[in-house]
Nanobody, 111 residues
Framework: QVRLVESGGGLVQPGGSLTLSCAASGIIFSKDAVKWFRRTPVKEREFVARISRAGNSVYGTSFKDRFAISRDNAKNLVTLQMNSLTTEDTAVYYC?????WGQGTQVTVSS
């Protein structure tokens, strides 16, 4: 059974940082790209970042200078380092690999 499990969400103040993780089981992460998306009150699905099999990364417009995606194929793990968070980053963050999705992790940015 394939499972993607996100973790690392929580409450953070504006300007703060969080690191999200996406752990996979039942599938080999290194076979394909892994993406992060998020769902906000105004956007059902917003692309955040993608990391290729080779480790090349692509970011959505709002995230390139603040977020960093990385992968550890040996651990079947992808992380999303998020810096300089604003209230607009409040969302549920999901990881995606091929046709599989995790359940999401809530990030709330608030003072």
């Amino acid at each position: 059974q394939v499972r993607l499990v996100e973790s690392g969400g929580g409450l953070v103040q504006p300007g703060g940082s969080l690191t999200l993780s996406c752990a996979a089981s039942g599938i080999i992460f290194s076979k394909d790209a892994v993406k992060w998306f998020r769902r906000t009150p105004v956007k059902e699905r917003e692309f955040v970042a993608r990391i290729s099999r080779a480790g090349n990364s692509v970011y959505g417009t709002s995230f390139k200078d603040r977020f960093a995606i990385s992968r550890d194929n040996a651990k079947n793990l992808v992380t999303l380092q998020m810096n300089s968070l604003t209230t607009e980053d409040t969302a549920v963050y999901y990881c995606n690999h091929e046709t599989y999705w995790g359940q999401g992790t809530q990030v709330t940015v608030s003072s």
